[in-house]
């Protein structure tokens, strides 16, 4: 499939699908993708940026969820415009889809919708590309039914981790192999898989972003996704887990090399 004017799988080129968790102004979502944007050029890496306008899965009723769709969809957008880089943002309703899909280049579903046919089917009436996130709680095998709800060519599969009894997630490198076969790219959300669900507020250890990043690469990826942030332990959501953007460049090296190594 083709995010923008760039292509994924098939022999592609790695596509990074990188940005922090949510919007939380214009000035630091614009600050970030500026300086994602500086990264991905200097070392040629084709990728998205990527920020939620609303977390509507948030543990506690008091978390921030974030800035509303309208005025995230319009930060997104002068990102898409001064920063020149495709966007994608979460759906989590049948009817944001087409609304939505007049902004950004990629739809993406969380994990916990995966099998929410009306959105799926919304997504993909929109004609544009939807990246799917296998839930927690799902074989890889059976997100055939979430393929088959969208249209041939314009979905992806992102692997972020299966459940590992509580408060704990585990990555099956199985899960690549198994969902390309499927006939669709697969993606590796590389800082959900370090979450650490549960309690009033959702845990995390960044530690061990960079070997699960290194491991799908090694394995087989078409695509990967990192939430980064120039200072994660302020962010109002996934601070745990967030990659500081000033160890970006660095991790994004390491894996352009073992890509080259692999093919």
């Not at 996130?133 to 299966?162: H, I, N, S, Y």
Request: some cysteine; hydrophobic content about 45%; glycine content about 10%.
């Amino acid at each position: 499939m083709k995010v923008g004017p760039y292509g994924v799988g098939d022999g592609a080129p790695l596509l990074c699908i990188l940005g922090p968790c949510v919007v939380e102004s214009e000035e630091l979502t614009l600050r970030i993708a500026a300086g994602i944007a500086e990264i991905c050029t200097k070392l040629d890496i084709p990728w998205v940026f990527k920020a939620s306008f609303d977390k509507a899965n948030r543990s506690s009723k008091g978390s921030f969820r974030g800035i509303g769709m309208m005025e995230g969809l319009e930060i997104l957008g002068k990102v898409r415009q001064r920063v020149g880089v495709p966007v994608t943002t979460d759906v989590h309703l049948p009817d944001q889809a087409r609304v939505v899909a007049q902004v950004v280049d990629l739809l993406q579903v969380p994990a916990f919708l995966c099998r929410q046919t009306d959105l799926l089917e919304a997504c993909a009436e929109t004609g544009k590309p939807v990246n799917v996130k296998k839930g927690q709680f799902m074989a890889p095998e059976d997100m055939a039914g979430a393929v088959g709800k969208l249209r041939p060519g314009l979905a992806m599969l992102t692997e972020r981790g299966a459940c590992f009894g509580y408060h704990n997630l585990v990555v099956d490198f199985r899960a690549f192999p198994t969902m390309r076969a499927l006939g669709v790219p697969v993606c590796f959300d590389a800082t959900h898989s370090v979450q650490q669900p549960g309690g009033p507020t959702t845990g995390g250890d960044r530690r061990f972003v960079p070997p699960l990043a290194r491991a799908a690469v090694a394995v087989g990826i078409d695509a990967l996704f990192m939430e980064v942030h120039p200072t994660p332990e302020t962010s109002p959501s996934d601070g745990p887990n967030m990659l500081p953007l000033d160890q970006l460049e660095g991790l994004l090296r390491t894996l352009v090399a073992i890509r080259n190594v692999v093919g």
